[in-house]
């Protein structure tokens, strides 16, 4: 891979997981799939992945067991954690060119922790420059409603006009609860495929534990 891959899990409504899901792909490529990977935490003032990560070295400074843990597990890896940076949607990109000059190693990835809301300062203008756009839904009206929206309005206002340089714009199922009606998914995906919008096969299971630890 030539060349730094910038991606981002965005939607215009908060409580969809967008931070946990950035932060479960962001370690499944670092540390399962092997490739270099770095987190631009843009959802000020928040900032729940660089907190999360701020308390990890804590711990681990904090506790020889939790050290010798670290100092294992990274040594299997044969490199180090991925970076998460603090910044803002304003001043994602700069922060991002200076975390590639920076980083000792070519990155393969760097994902982008957006706003949870698209009226933020800087936030499509950062958008428009993703190479890919993952945006999570779940089947509730309110939460494909606007995340349509947002789909539309990106699409007619940058991918159309030439004004991105998005390869992918596509949604994906998240918080799937097996009790729910499957005939409910497929409207659903008909209504998508209508459209003309794309969406992944992947269906993320509803899980507590992961935002949970988020949240704490």
């Given at each position: 891979m030539s060349k730094t891959r910038f991606v981002a899990f965005a939607t215009q409504k908060g409580g969809i997981g967008k931070s946990t899901i950035t932060a479960l792909v962001a370690n499944y490529f670092h540390n399962v799939k092997g490739y270099n990977v770095a987190v631009i935490d843009c959802d000020e003032p928040q900032y729940n992945l660089a907190d999360l990560r701020d308390e990890e070295l804590e711990l681990i400074k904090s506790s020889d067991y939790f050290k010798a843990q670290a100092c294992e597990h990274f040594k299997k890896?044969?490199?180090?954690?991925?970076?998460?940076?603090?910044?803002?949607?304003?001043?994602?990109?700069?922060?991002?060119?200076?975390?590639?000059?920076?980083?000792?190693?070519?990155l393969d990835f760097i994902f982008f922790d957006m706003p949870g809301t698209i009226k933020s300062e800087g936030v499509m203008k950062t958008l428009s420059q993703m190479d890919y756009i993952f945006v999570p839904v779940s089947a509730d009206r309110f939460v494909v409603e606007s995340a349509m929206s947002f789909m539309q309005l990106f699409h007619d206002n940058f991918l159309v006009q030439g004004w991105s340089v998005t390869k992918e714009l596509a949604f994906f199922w998240t918080m799937v609860d097996?009790?729910?009606?499957?005939?409910?998914?497929?409207?659903?995906?008909g209504m998508f495929?209508?459209?003309?919008?794309?969406?992944?096969?992947?269906?993320?299971?509803?899980?507590?534990?992961?935002?949970?630890?988020l949240s704490e």
């Open positions: 890896l044969g490199k180090k954690s991925f970076s998460v940076t603090r910044s803002n949607a304003v001043n994602a990109l700069d922060d991002a060119e200076t975390v590639l000059n920076e980083t000792e190693v070519k097996k009790r729910e009606r499957t005939n409910l998914y497929e409207v659903y995906e495929a209508s459209l003309g919008y794309s969406l992944l096969n992947t269906r993320l299971p509803d899980s507590k534990r992961f935002r949970r630890e």
